[in-house]
């Protein structure tokens, strides 16, 4: 599923025109990335939390020439899947 597809499914399940599901979905995923870049945690309970991770600085070889080089440290987006999620997941598979 792609965020359009999503789009069209929260219209039909809503009974919205896309252009509000569109915008209601953009503005949760908005709200979701600026509160993850700013350093909080997001949860949503059933579904999962969407959290920042750290990762330290580290050496790494470039798979072409064999060099050793420095990969800074960086901070990147997580989500864990809530126990709901997980449960949906394992029973259609």
């Given at each position: 599923?792609?965020?359009?597809?999503?789009?069209?499914?929260?219209?039909?399940?809503?009974?919205?025109?896309?252009?509000?599901?569109?915008?209601?979905?953009?503005?949760?995923?908005?709200?979701?990335?600026?509160?993850?870049?700013?350093?909080?945690t997001?949860?949503?309970?059933?579904?999962?939390?969407?959290?920042?991770?750290?990762?330290?600085?580290?050496?790494?070889?470039n798979?072409?020439?064999?060099?050793?080089?420095?990969?800074?440290?960086?901070?990147t987006?997580?989500?864990?899947?809530?126990?709901?999620?997980?449960?949906?997941?394992?029973?259609?598979?």
């Open positions: 599923m792609n965020k359009a597809t999503l789009i069209d499914v929260v219209a039909k399940s809503l009974d919205l025109s896309k252009s509000v599901a569109a915008d209601a979905v953009n503005a949760t995923l908005h709200s979701i990335v600026e509160a993850v870049a700013n350093g909080d997001v949860n949503l309970v059933g579904f999962g939390s969407f959290k920042p991770a750290s990762r330290a600085a580290r050496e790494a070889r798979p072409a020439t064999g060099e050793t080089v420095k990969v800074p440290a960086t901070v987006p997580r989500f864990s899947a809530g126990k709901s999620f997980k449960e949906a997941v394992a029973i259609r598979n």
